[in-house]
């Protein structure tokens, strides 16, 4: 079976930075994903890491490290668009992404 | 706006009713999926098809029943419904690979409720 874990919510101000954690245990790994949602909106693509390191995108940087079963996406400058639902998703094979019950980011002003 | 389209936005329907959801990806794409999003809880998935074939059951009940008629359509059947049943349910595609980097590209989602 799949286990993954990320907080539920987390809260920061504009302009700061947050990190937010996914930890899992999974069958099989093959890569993991980071997915953003915003509320009422489908989930879209925000970074993928298949080997042990940080991977940097703009505000957006993810890092992953396979022998601890744990990723992080930190958002940085944080800006009030960025409040959403943050995912993590592992594949475990050619095919199957199991997710995370995802982490609520507010953003205040 | 992704490659993929899902219909009906919404559905409300009678637990004795049966209905559709559709979902179409113009990506050229050769797998896609069945996903149920409830409040709070990890996506489940339910089904995936990989070049039109059936690759995943996830222990969904019989009264979910899906159709790949193509490799760039999915429909997921609904009869006889339970309240529980009630979620947002997401179509997404992908470019299945040995490589696994392929993203899955979402639709918009069904929201469903169940009466």
């Known amino acids: 079976g799949q286990n993954i874990d990320q907080p539920t919510e987390m809260t920061a101000t504009e302009g700061a930075i947050v990190q937010i954690n996914c930890t899992y245990q999974t069958s099989g790994f093959n890569g993991l994903f980071w997915y953003q949602q915003h509320a009422g909106e489908a989930p879209t693509f925000l970074s993928y890491n298949v080997l042990d390191g940080l991977e940097e995108k703009g505000r957006f940087s993810s890092f992953l490290s396979r022998s601890k079963g744990y990723s992080y996406l930190l958002l940085k400058e944080l800006q009030m668009k960025d409040s959403a639902s943050y995912l993590c998703?592992?594949?475990?094979?050619?095919?199957?992404?199991?997710f995370g019950a995802g982490t609520t980011v507010t953003v205040r002003a | 706006e992704t490659g993929v389209t899902q219909t009906p936005r919404h559905l409300v329907m009678g637990m004795t009713n049966k209905k559709s959801l559709k979902c179409e990806q113009h990506?050229?794409?050769?797998?896609m999926y069945w996903y149920k999003q409830s409040a709070k809880k990890p996506l489940e998935l339910m089904f995936v098809y990989s070049l039109e074939e059936r690759v995943e059951n996830n222990s969904v009940p019989s009264r979910f029943s899906p159709e790949c008629p193509n490799s760039s359509h999915l429909f997921l059947h609904l009869h006889t419904l339970q309240p529980e049943d009630s979620a947002l349910y997401l179509c997404a595609s992908r470019q299945a690979s040995e490589a696994n980097t392929g993203e899955l590209f979402f639709g918009e989602g069904s929201r469903l409720t169940v009466l």
């Open positions: 990506l050229g794409h050769n797998a």
């Open positions: 998703a592992v594949v475990s094979n050619d095919y199957k992404l199991s």
